[in-house]
């Protein structure tokens, strides 16, 4: 038999990901940066197995199914960017789709080169004030939280108007859901909440947790400080706020604007290594902060101890839960039956492969039957309010909503506060979306 290179069709090993070698000349290059894309997008454009998961993909084969070529070759690399500005690094074509992403040897990372396209974009062209607003969480939470300003915020945001005008003027669409915001934030909710509680470490958990509130929890959904406390500490975890605490910086990094996103890790990552020093593990309510925790800032910053001391120590609450459950140390004396329930798994908690461990606990409950909806909401934090996105954001988003409609569950809940919202805002059934947490503590009766 002569010696000869197969190429393999896919892969049966488990995915790896190299860090994102954002200090290289080359990372910034334009061309070789193209060269890059065409590769990737011709590997693509042969396998079409992600079509069904964002507009990314559509997007692309049209380009390529509507040029001289029928090829890659024949789209103008200009138009790379039509794809680009579609992708929302869900990551789950490379987590759950691609066949060829690492250890294959076409080394195809999807998310992360339109990470890179996005960054030289960023750094080439700058962004607009609409995304700059929408970005700055911190920012627009502080001042939206003032009290009185608060009230004059919602009420802003509900006036079809007044989203007429904001949608002409700043490109934010009139019928996608935005946040309320709040003067009585998370921090200040759960400030007398605390217990000295005598916490037993077992298995990878030391029985004592540090909760990251985000921003999101902080000024938009303040109740859920008050669920994980009263949840946490019900089962026998000492639960403290982390004392001071920035954006993660994932709505930076989705612009990429991978200064800011320094910026921010210089900020949080000192204040979360010395909890971490101190005997803390390390929860936040909103996947995609886990995320930003776990994966993004450990392959932007490889070399930083402290970054790696803290991806160790960030755990999915309910993963936490579960682990706990494990050791035989999760408590299950529910009082109250949840019925049906609906339950959107976001992206960005499927991505971290620890399984549906929300679904695992709920499911522990008498008289509950949780049905889990795999499949992406489309909100991706900006996505689905920005005007020119939108429509494919509530496209994304129907299968969800049919499959929730057709359940009229008792009860819909999602990881993602955001995703829930978007959701909800499509759905004739229902009325108010909810947090696993909150119904964990309905079920205790807390």
């Given amino acids: 038999m002569s010696d000869s290179i197969i190429t393999k069709e896919g892969s049966l090993e488990a995915p790896t990901r190299h860090s994102i070698d954002w200090t290289s000349e080359s990372f910034w290059d334009a061309d070789n940066l193209n060269q890059e894309l065409e590769r990737v997008f011709d590997i693509c454009h042969g396998c079409r197995r992600c079509v069904s998961l964002c507009n990314a993909f559509p997007t692309l084969f049209d380009l390529v199914d509507e040029s001289d070529t029928f090829e890659v070759d024949g789209v103008d690399k200009a138009d790379y960017k039509k794809v680009v500005d579609q992708c929302y690094l869900c990551d789950m074509c490379y987590m759950a789709k691609c066949p060829y992403v690492p250890p294959h040897e076409w080394n195809v990372d999807f998310p992360h080169l339109m990470l890179r396209a996005k960054a030289v974009e960023f750094k080439k062209e700058g962004t607009s004030f609409r995304n700059k607003m929408l970005s700055n969480t911190d920012g627009v939470g502080k001042m939206a939280t003032i009290p009185l300003v608060d ?8 006036n079809k108007t007044f989203r007429k005008v904001l949608e002409k003027t700043a490109g934010v669409h009139h019928e996608a859901p935005v946040p309320k915001y709040y003067s009585k934030t998370l921090r200040k909710r ?7 509680i005598t916490s037993k470490a077992l298995g990878r958990t030391t029985g004592k947790v540090a909760l990251y509130a985000t921003c999101y929890g902080n000024y938009n959904s303040p109740e859920l400080g008050e669920d994980f406390y009263k949840v946490f500490q019900h089962n026998d975890i000492q639960i403290e706020l982390v004392p001071k605490e920035q954006c993660c910086g994932m709505p930076k990094l989705e612009l990429g604007d991978l200064d800011s996103v320094a910026k921010a890790k210089e900020a949080n990552i000192p204040v ?11 929860i936040a309510p909103v996947p995609s902060c886990v995320l930003m925790y776990k994966q993004e800032l450990p392959l932007l910053f490889p070399d930083d101890e402290d970054v790696i001391k803290v991806q160790k120590a960030f755990f999915d609450p309910f993963e936490y ?14 009082n109250t039956e949840l019925g049906d329930v609906s339950y959107q798994v976001a992206c960005h908690l499927r991505v971290q492969n620890i399984g549906i461990k929300a679904r695992d606990i709920l499911n522990m409950v008498p008289g509950t039957t949780i049905n889990a909806e795999e499949r992406c909401s489309g909100h991706d934090g900006t996505y689905a309010v920005k005007v020119e996105s939108h429509k494919h954001a509530v496209k994304i988003a129907r299968p969800v909503v049919k499959k929730v409609d057709a359940k009229n569950p008792d009860h819909f809940i999602s990881d993602c506060p955001m995703a829930a919202s978007h959701i909800a805002n499509l759905s004739e059934t229902v009325d108010k979306p909810e947090h696993p947490i909150t119904l964990l503590r309905m079920a205790y009766s807390l």
């Fill in 321 to 334: 839960l579960f682990l706990r459950h494990k050791e035989g140390a999760f408590k299950t004396d529910f």
């Fill in 272 to 282: 979360l290594a010395k909890l971490v020093d101190e005997g803390y593990d390390l």
């Fill in 151 to 158: 009230v004059t915020v919602n009420a802003f945001n509900a």
């Fill in 190 to 196: 759960v400030k007398n909440l605390g217990q000295s």
